[in-house]
């Protein structure tokens, strides 16, 4: 029998706290196209053996993916089940799913860097050669085994080689899930071999549903700021309306717009304060990191000067950040030297 879907009690990189993880959730907000796609080539009988399922951190790519797990773990590659591919909370499969326990499902996810007792920064290689031992098992519904990887960003090179010689020669009755926030950043042979499903930010009224049912305690101008400033991504909203999030939010904006003359004594003192909240820096980073990324995207759209000026320094934003992390750098060293990099790509065109 297959090892259970997470033998080890890790922290979980998409937990928010207050909130159920993916999942336990078994409402889809919006990304009905992508879920009507994805059911209709498996109740076909006919599914890929991998789906690549893309779109911006925090908008519901997780909990698409486990209800297609669920379902698969349930019925198989068959239209037994419903449409939707909902399978009910109270279903023994579903159960199992949720406590993290279907001997069909593995979860490939970063680990726990044992030096530091955090967790790592990529999704290794040794993780991702799980997909060998796994799939050649036998569980779930018909011999079906699902394995889903969150995110394939944080795999690092050796990892990546690992998945796509599982993706070369695909086992029978298996299907993996790739998550990815950035798919243009995976190698293409990745993304060749795997059918794509698009989730895009979630509109306006599906926003203001999703925080009313997670958030009931605010009011309804609470709510309205944390819709504005997630651009779409629930996971976001949530996110910030924890502790310093929309703080943290408000200050990678600041640091954007202030790009090309940037308050250093102010700078200094943010360094310090977020050097004192919990993961801090790597929260602002990612904030950083989508806050960059939604303007590029925008300025794309509108035309204008110094695009590839703005995606060559989100890279290497990216990248300080992820290196001052990983190790222990000091916050206001990171935050000087990247309002450098967005000065200089400021000069050459605003956002």
Partial sequence: MARRSEPENLPESDRIEGQPHPREVFDLIGHQEALARAARAIRSGKPPQA????????????TLAYRIARYMLRHGATGEGQETLFVAPNDPVAQQVAAGAHPGLLILRRGVNERTGKLANVLSVEAVRKLSSFFGMTSGAGGWRVAIIDTADDMNDAAANALLKTLEEPPSRAMILVLSNNPGRLVSTIRSRCQRL?????????MARALESRLPDLDDGERGALARLAAGSLGTALILAEGQGVMLAREADRLIDTAGHPDVPALLAFGEKISRISDGLETFGT????????????????????LNRWIEASEKVRAKFARSSALYLDPRQTLISSAIVLGDAKRHGSL
């Avoid at 789906?51 to 997780?62: E, Q, R, T």
């Fill in 51 to 62: 789906w690549l399922i893309a779109g911006p951190s925090g908008i519901g790519k997780a």
């Fill in 198 to 206: 698009n989730l895009r930010p979630l509109g306006d009224d599906e």
């Fill in 287 to 306: 904030f950083l990191a989508d806050a960059l990324s939604d303007r590029i995207r925008a300025k794309g759209a509108r035309g204008g000067d110094g």
